[in-house]
């Protein structure tokens, strides 16, 4: 099971910090990641963490977030600076081995200007 904290109301040009704690399933051994939803939209990676620790970003969110996971506590963490209107959406956190995905529940994050 993924668990994601850490949503809510923040101001503009704040930042957002989202945790993810996994269970279940040995951490170690996934491709980790962050997704978001906005209204109306279709669902969009922001960030992922592979087993090697290596990110990726979005176009939309390098230079302004950072992922990390910590495998022995079998979290993953989201930074993201510089919110705008435009970064409102459900975020969920991911973890992929091969073809099986798990999903959190999501977190909804609003950001008021």
């Given amino acids: 099971q993924l668990q994601a904290s ?25 491709n980790m990641g962050w997704y978001r939803q906005a209204p109306g939209k279709q ?3 922001v960030a992922t963490i592979n087993r ?6 979005s176009n939309f969110a390098r230079g302004r977030a950072a992922i990390t996971r910590d495998n022995p506590a079998n979290t993953m963490v989201l930074r993201m600076t510089g ?5 409102t959406g459900v975020y969920y956190c991911n973890a ?9 529940q999501g977190t909804l994050v609003t950001v008021s200007s």
Avoid: F
């Fill in 6 to 30: 850490g949503g809510g109301l923040v101001q503009a040009g704040g930042t957002l910090i989202l945790s993810c704690r996994v269970s279940g399933i040995s951490l170690s051994q996934y």
């Fill in 96 to 104: 992929q081995l091969q073809r099986t995905n798990y999903w959190g």
């Fill in 83 to 87: 919110l705008s209107s435009e970064d």
């Fill in 43 to 45: 669902r969009e990676m």
């Fill in 52 to 57: 090697g620790y290596d990110p990726k970003y």
